[in-house]
């Protein structure tokens, strides 16, 4: 009965909540399909009444009326990874991007950094015990909520209860806004040809063992790897995120985490983005546990998973190795996420498969197809996985496997994983850059 009356006792409006942001404050808004609409709406309204509010992020999900041009001098985004809808903020100079690894975005916090004023979250009902859950994004939001000095949580009727280190008690919230709207549904817009992208699925799915822990984020080659693994047993899952794909494998008995050398019988994850029948599906599942990106993505947690395959994107890979994931050139697209972490983890855990996957091609806006598979990286384009630590890399072509390789090996390599059209240009400047 305490924490109802703590409860009802910090109970506001959104409108009323937000006036306590002031000038020159710096506020962590929690992100993905998480991101406070009520609360967001009504910042937007009251921005006039400040100045030069920096509002701290990662993905978020949905409109972005916050880094409108009329907002400036008032607020001012600084993501730490550029989503869609603040891209364009970005690269005009209008909002602010810090580059750091998805697994110490929160101890920026911490760490006093980048110290916190206000914390603006979302989560589900308290319990009987005045405990809230963090739903569906606990990775990037639980410390940053412990370390501001202010909380300003919605409290939403539909956000589902996650499981694990998840919740937070109505005590440390200082103002509660009561909220009811479905969370967001969010698919990943696909990656090019059907076709392509089944064949790169394939590639994958035949380095999967049996017993392997995987993380797989969303989108289409992701989605379509787990349409291949059906014949495989005990597979576990420890990832950033996830999404509805895996509920089928469940139900098939497949995706069991019964051989997880870390969390056994746990699906291990910082947050996800999916459909109503993912949220319904997790709300109050004792096999889904969330836990702080510190945790999920620290690469020596990673590690202690045996047979851990990691799976990631790339916006081009050179013919050393070198895997650009966050610009175009150097006009900045994304970030480093979660890639970094997971191959590194996976590259050193027992029997671990770190993979980079791309379509061997792309198609400019003008209607040229470019290779991804290049001499070169574009000049300022962004290392995120360095030749280093790059192991196998797929494309709808094959499988390259760079680990123990030459530069000499490595480039033909990736030569035989290009698209053919582009094979012969490719090895002339192999040879003129004395790799071949």
């Not at 394939?202 to 080659?221: F, H, K, R, V």
């Not at 630590?389 to 490595?410: C, K, M, N, S």
Request: hydrophobic share 45%; with cysteine; proline share 5%.
């Amino acid at each position: 009965m305490v924490a109802t009356s703590i409860y009802q006792s910090r109970v506001t409006t959104a409108q009323e909540a937000v006036k306590v942001i002031k000038s020159g404050n710096r506020v962590f808004l929690t992100g993905n399909v998480s991101v406070p609409q009520t609360l967001l709406a009504a910042l937007v309204e009251y921005a006039p009444n400040v100045t030069d509010v920096e509002i701290c992020q990662a993905l978020t999900v949905g409109s972005a009326d916050y880094v409108h041009p009329r907002m400036a001098k008032h607020l001012r985004v600084n993501s730490m990874f550029i989503s869609a809808n603040i891209r364009q903020a970005v690269q005009t100079g209008r909002a602010d991007f810090t580059p750091v690894l998805l697994s110490e975005f929160p101890l920026l916090f911490k760490r006093g950094v980048l110290p916190l004023d206000v914390a603006i979250i979302h989560v589900s009902p308290p319990d009987e015990h005045g405990f809230c859950s963090l739903g569906v994004e606990v990775g990037l939001t639980k410390t940053a909520a412990e370390s501001a000095k202010v909380i300003i949580a919605e409290v939403n009727d539909k956000m589902p209860r996650t499981l694990g280190d998840s919740f937070i008690h109505v005590s440390r919230l200082t103002h509660i806004v009561p909220v009811n709207y479905p969370i967001p549904e969010h698919v990943m817009a696909t990656e090019g040809n059907s076709d392509i992208v089944e064949k790169i699925a394939g590639y994958i799915a035949a380095l999967i063992p049996d017993g392997a822990t995987m993380q797989l984020g969303i989108g289409a080659i992701p989605d379509a790897v787990l349409k291949y693994l059906f014949d495989k047993r005990d597979l576990g899952i420890h990832t950033e995120l996830f999404s509805e794909g895996v509920i089928d494998l469940v139900n098939a008995g497949v995706l069991t985490n019964a051989r997880k050398s870390l969390h056994p019988g746990k699906i291990v994850s910082g947050f996800i983005l999916g459909s109503k029948r993912l949220y319904d599906w997790v709300d109050d599942n004792p096999m889904i546990e969330l836990h702080r990106s510190e945790y999920v993505n620290d690469p020596f947690v990673i590690a202690q998973n045996d047979r851990m395959v990691a799976v990631n994107s790339a916006i081009e890979v050179d013919l050393t190795g070198q895997v650009c994931a966050d610009s175009i050139g150097p006009k900045l697209y994304s970030g480093v996420g979660g890639q970094l972490d997971f191959i590194y983890g996976a590259s050193r855990s027992k029997g671990g498969v770190p993979i980079i996957a791309l379509p061997s091609t792309a198609t400019l806006r003008d209607g040229t197809v470019v290779s991804k598979i290049a001499a070169m990286l574009k000049q300022g384009a962004g290392v995120v996985t360095s030749r280093n630590h790059v192991r196998f890399v797929v494309t709808e072509h094959g499988v390259a496997d760079l680990y123990g390789r030459t530069i000499r090996q490595r480039a033909q390599a990736l030569i035989n994983v290009a698209d053919p059209q582009f094979r012969e240009g490719l090895t002339q400047q192999a040879k003129e850059l004395h790799y071949l």
